[in-house]
C-alpha cells in the first residue's frame, strides 16, 4: 500500500493506493490498483459482493430479510450490512457507521460516522466516481478526472495545496507525480505490474508470474522470494513454498477457505493453527511443545489468550462492545466509560495507577487527573494538538503548518524548536531560539543524503541499488563501509581501520559477530528463537551471559535517530558493549505519532535537563526532562507496538496476497489493540512518576 497524501486529526485523512494482480477491474486508475473510500456493493438477488481497496467480500441474504452476512464467516473490517431502503445500505462495524448511496447500479460508500460527532463525507460525480472526500472536523481531498466515456484519474490535491499526479498509458498507470515533483514508475507484462522504480532509477519492487497469473517471485534490486503452489479444489493454494534470497525455505499450509494451517522450515520447526467455526484461531502450538490458546465470546470478541495453560490476557466488554477491563497476569485494569462510551476514567491494581480523563463532544482528550499530575489539553478546529499543560511544569505549545504539521514547539522555559519540511511531510530543517540547527538534504526518493549543522559540518551517505547506506562519513570525517546479504541483513562494516562481520542462521536471525582479533560473540536462541546467552569468545577464553542481566546497548547506532537531535552525537559505546547496527540509519523518515494524530515529534533538541535553561537543573527541569522522556518512551512503545503487529501481518502479507490468510489480521489487530492499551497504562505511569529522583 502506498499513502501519497495525509492529512492528519481526530479523523485523518489519506491517498492510499493498492496493487492486486488478479484484480481485472479498472476504476480509473489502472486495472489492478485500487485506493481508498472506493468501497461499493453490489446486490444480486440473496447475493452480495462488497470490493474496496484490498479486493473482493462475498455476502449472503439472512433469512428473507434485508440483513446480509458473510458467506463464509471469517475475521475482517466488513461483517454485515443492511438494506434501508432501495438506494441506501447501512453497514455498521460496533461503533462506525458506513453508508452506501445507489448511483447507476451499485451502491457506492458516501458517509462514515464515528462517535463524538466525527465523519468522512465521500462526493460523487453522475457516474459514481469520487469527486471529494471531506473529514469534519478535518481536511479534504479533492479529485480531479479526465472527460470521455473511460475517465481517468489525474490528479489527487489536499485542502494543504499538496497534490499528486497519475500518468496512464491505455488501462495502465506507468508513472506518479509526487508532491515534491519526483516521478516513480511502474512497468508491466502482460497485464501484470511486472517493475516499480523510484526517482532515481532503482528498484523498488520486481514481480514475475506463471502462466496462470499466480506470483512466481518477488523482491526488489537486490534480491528476489521464490513461491510454489500447489492447489487443490478451489483457487486456494493447499500448499506455498517459499525460497528467500538465500535459499532458505518456509512451507506454508492452508485451509480450503484459505486459512493459515501451518507453517514449517527446511530445519524442521513448525507452527499449527486451529480455528473456531468463525474461522478464528483458537489455538496456536509449535515443534518445542509451547501452546497458545484463545477464547471468545458470542461476537467473535477476543475473552482470554493462555499459554501453555496459564492465562496470560483476559478481557470483558461493556453492552456496547466496549473494553470495559483487561488482566494481564495477576494485574487487573478496570475502565470507566461515560455515557457516550468514552474511557472516563482507568483503575489499576495499582491504587497509586489509576487516573480519571475527560474528553470532549468528539471525544478528544481534554484533561487526565491523577493523585499527583494534572494534564490540560488544548486542541484546533480541526482537533488537533495544540498545548499540554502540566500542572507542575507548565505549557508546551505546539503552532502547526496548513497540512497539520507540528511546525514550533514551545517550552515552558522559552526556549522554542522550529521544524521546516518538504511538501512530502520529511524533515528538511529543524532549528531551535538558541541558534542551533540541522538541515536534511535528501535525494529524489526522499531518502537522507546529507545533514549540515549550523557550525558548517556534514555527515554524508553512500547508497546502493537498493537504496542502502554501503558508506557514511560522520561530522568528524570518520568513514564507515558497510556490506549487505540478499536479504538485506548487515554482513560487515569497517570504520577506523576496525573490520567486523556478522553472521546469520538459516531464518535470517542474527547468530555471531566476529572482529578483526578473533573476539566472536555468538547469540544462543532457544527453540522459540528467544535469545538465551551470548557467549563471547576471547583469546581462547569463553564467557557466556544472559542479556538481561548484562549491560547491552540497543542494537541501533546511537549516534543517529530519524528526527535530527541537534545535540552532538554521543560517543560510540565501548567495545565490550553489543554495539551491532541493524537498521539504516539513513532511512526516509516517517511521520512520528503524536497527540491528536500527524506528525508531532518530541524535539531531542534541548540538552539533558531540559526546560531550556543552562546550569544546574532544578526540580522543574528534572521533572521537565522525565515527562519528555515519558512522552518518548511512549510514542516508541506504539511505534514498537505498530511495528510488531504489523510485522506479524508482513511476514503473513505475501501469503495473504497469494492464497488469503485470515488469521494474520486478527493476530495483528489484537497485538496492536491490546499493546497500544498497555502503552497507554505504561506511559500514565511513568508521567505519575516523573518527580522521582528530582531536586527537592
Known amino acids: 500500500m502506498a499513502t501519497d497524501l495525509y492529512l492528519p486529526g481526530l479523523m485523518p485523512l489519506a491517498f492510499q493506493r493498492t496493487y492486486v494482480s488478479d484484480r481485472s477491474e479498472d476504476i480509473g486508475l489502472g486495472v489492478g490498483w485500487s485506493f481508498m473510500f472506493t468501497d461499493r456493493i453490489n446486490l444480486n438477488g440473496d447475493k452480495a459482493t462488497l470490493t474496496g481497496i484490498n479486493g473482493t467480500t462475498n455476502f449472503r441474504r439472512e ?40 448511483i447507476g447500479d451499485t451502491y457506492h460508500l458516501v458517509q462514515i460516522t464515528a462517535p463524538g460527532e466525527i465523519s468522512v463525507l465521500i462526493s460523487h460525480d453522475v457516474s459514481g466516481k469520487i469527486s471529494r472526500v471531506a473529514s469534519e472536523p478535518g481536511g479534504s481531498l479533492t479529485f480531479q478526472w479526465s472527460g470521455g466515456r473511460e475517465p481517468r484519474l489525474l490528479a489527487v490535491a489536499d485542502n494543504a495545496g499538496e497534490r499528486v499526479s497519475f500518468t496512464q498509458n491505455g488501462r495502465s498507470l506507468r508513472s506518479i507525480i509526487d508532491a515534491n515533483g519526483s516521478e516513480w514508475t511502474y512497468d508491466y507484462m502482460s497485464g501484470r505490474l511486472r517493475q516499480a522504480n523510484d526517482p532515481l532509477g532503482r528498484v523498488l519492487l520486481q514481480m514475475r508470474y506463471d502462466k496462470s497469473g499466480h506470483v512466481t517471485s518477488a523482491g526488489d534490486g537486490i534480491g528476489v522470494t521464490r513461491y510454489g503452489y500447489r492447489f487443490g479444489s478451489s483457487e486456494v493454494s493447499r500448499r506455498t513454498v517459499v525460497t528467500d534470497p538465500l ?61 501453555n495453560g496459564s492465562i496470560d490476557h483476559a478481557y470483558s466488554f461493556s453492552a456496547k462492545g466496549q473494553l470495559s477491563s483487561s488482566t494481564d497476569g495477576t494485574e487487573r485494569t478496570d475502565v470507566t466509560l461515560d455515557s457516550r462510551g468514552q474511557a472516563a476514567g482507568i483503575q489499576t491494581s495499582d491504587p497509586q495507577g489509576g487516573y480519571t480523563a475527560t474528553f470532549d463532544k468528539h471525544g478528544a482528550l481534554t484533561q487526565l487527573k491523577s493523585e499527583k499530575r494534572e494534564v490540560t489539553f488544548e486542541r484546533d478546529a480541526q482537533g488537533r494538538e495544540t498545548s499540554a499543560t502540566y500542572s507542575d511544569i507548565g505549557r508546551f505549545s505546539f503552532a502547526r503548518d496548513a497540512a497539520g504539521r507540528v511546525n514550533t514547539m514551545r517550552f515552558p522555559s522559552g526556549l522554542a524548536v522550529f521544524n521546516e519540511y518538504d511538501a512530502n511531510g520529511a524533515f528538511t530543517k529543524q532549528s531551535d531560539s538558541r541558534g542551533r540547527s540541522v538541515t536534511v538534504q535528501r535525494d529524489f526518493s526522499g531518502a537522507p543524503t546529507v545533514y549540515i549543522r549550523a557550525d558548517g559540518k556534514q555527515m554524508r551517505a553512500v547508497r546502493d541499488g537498493a537504496g542502502r547506506v554501503i558508506e557514511d562519513t560522520d561530522f568528524d570525517g570518520n568513514v564507515r563501509r558497510l556490506a549487505y546479504n540478499a536479504r538485506g541483513g548487515l554482513t560487515d562494516y569497517t570504520v577506523r581501520g576496525q573490520h567486523r562481520k556478522f553472521a546469520y542462521d538459516l531464518e535470517g536471525r542474527l547468530s555471531a559477530i566476529i572482529d578483526d582479533d578473533g573476539t566472536t560473540r555468538k547469540v544462543e536462541r532457544d527453540e522459540r528463537g528467544r535469545i538465551q546467552r551470548l557467549r563471547i569468545a576471547v583469546r581462547g577464553r569463553s564467557i557466556a551471559f544472559n542479556p538481561q542481566a548484562a549491560p547491552l546497548q540497543s542494537l541501533v547506532d546511537r549516534r543517529w535517530a530519524h528526527t535530527s537531535t541537534l545535540q552532538d552525537p554521543p560517543p560510540p559505546p565501548p567495545d565490550e558493549v553489543l554495539d551491532v547496527i541493524t537498521i539504516d540509519i539513513w532511512a526516509p523518515y516517517y511521520p512520528g505519532i503524536g497527540p491528536g494524530g500527524g506528525n508531532q515529534h518530541p524535539p531531542l533538541l534541548a540538552a539533558p535537563g531540559d526546560g531550556g535553561d543552562g546550569g544546574g537543573e532544578t526540580r522543574q527541569q528534572c521533572i521537565a526532562r522525565h515527562v519528555m522522556s515519558c512522552n518518548l518512551t511512549f510514542y516508541g512503545c506504539l511505534l514498537v507496538t505498530l511495528g510488531v503487529g504489523l510485522a506479524f501481518l ?10 488469503g490468510v485470515p488469521v494474520c489480521e486478527v493476530i495483528a489487530d489484537v497485538i496492536v489493540a491490546l499493546g497500544a492499551g498497555a502503552c497507554l497504562l505504561n506511559g500514565f505511569a511513568c508521567i505519575n512518576n516523573s518527580a522521582d529522583g528530582c531536586p527537592a
Open 247 to 307: 535459499n532458505a525455505t518456509t512451507f506454508y499450509e492452508q485451509t480450503d477457505l484459505g486459512a493459515l494451517a501451518s507453517v514449517s522450515d527446511d530445519q524442521g520447526h513448525s507452527v499449527h493453527v486451529e480455528y473456531n467455526a468463525a474461522n478464528r484461531p483458537t489455538k496456536i502450538w509449535d515443534s518445542a511443545g509451547n501452546e497458545m490458546t484463545f477464547g471468545y465470546d458470542g461476537q467473535n470478541r477476543l475473552l482470554t489468550q493462555s499459554t
Open 63 to 102: 433469512g428473507q430479510g434485508q440483513r446480509f452476512v458473510l458467506r463464509n464467516d471469517q475475521p475482517g473490517v466488513h461483517q454485515e450490512f443492511e438494506v434501508a431502503d432501495s438506494v441506501t445500505i447501512i453497514e455498521r462495524a460496533q461503533e462506525v457507521r458506513r453508508v452506501y448511496k445507489k
Open 650 to 659: 508482513g511476514g503473513c502479507t505475501l501469503a495473504t496476497f497469494i492464497v
